[in-house]
């Protein structure tokens, strides 16, 4: 079994940044693994946020954060998520995902089916 445990979650004002980290732990060859972002806010579905194998270059993002936000992974099974410009509207619950590289051929999976392990999520807030 995995584990994924986020931090970093704050209270930030709008433009300023923040990093989220998520650690992975367990009996898991997590390499072979998409490792991905995702958020919550109240009243609203789950939304994919960015996602990544392990290249740097296979990383894809949601439309609302592309440029602003970064999603990197290192060789300790970590994955960071680097948010700057943010905006009101990116407050939410943030959550870790990975899902199992079934195929080569298969794209970065931007929806939550895919993805088997769950962190418990990190609280991002943005206000002034």
């Known amino acids: 079994q995995g584990q994924l445990v986020e931090s970093g979650g704050a209270l930030v004002q709008p433009g300023g940044s923040l990093t989220l980290s998520c650690t992975a732990s367990?009996?898991?060859?997590?390499?072979?693994?998409?490792m991905g972002w995702f958020r919550q806010s109240p009243g609203k579905e789950r939304e994919f946020v960015a996602a990544?194998?392990?290249?740097?270059?296979?990383a894809v993002y949601a439309d609302s954060v592309k440029g602003r936000f970064t999603i990197s992974r290192s060789k300790d099974d970590a994955v960071q998520l680097q948010m700057s410009s943010l905006k009101r509207e990116d407050a939410a619950v943030y959550y870790c995902?990975?899902?199992?590289?079934?195929?080569?051929?298969?794209?970065?999976?931007?929806?939550?089916?895919?993805?088997?392990?769950w962190g418990q999520g990190t609280q991002v807030d943005v206000s002034s």
């Open positions: 367990g009996r898991i060859w997590w390499s072979s693994y998409y």
């Open positions: 990544m194998f392990n290249a740097a270059n296979s």
């Open positions: 995902a990975a899902a199992p590289r079934r195929a080569v051929n298969i794209a970065v999976p931007t929806t939550a089916a895919p993805y088997v392990y």
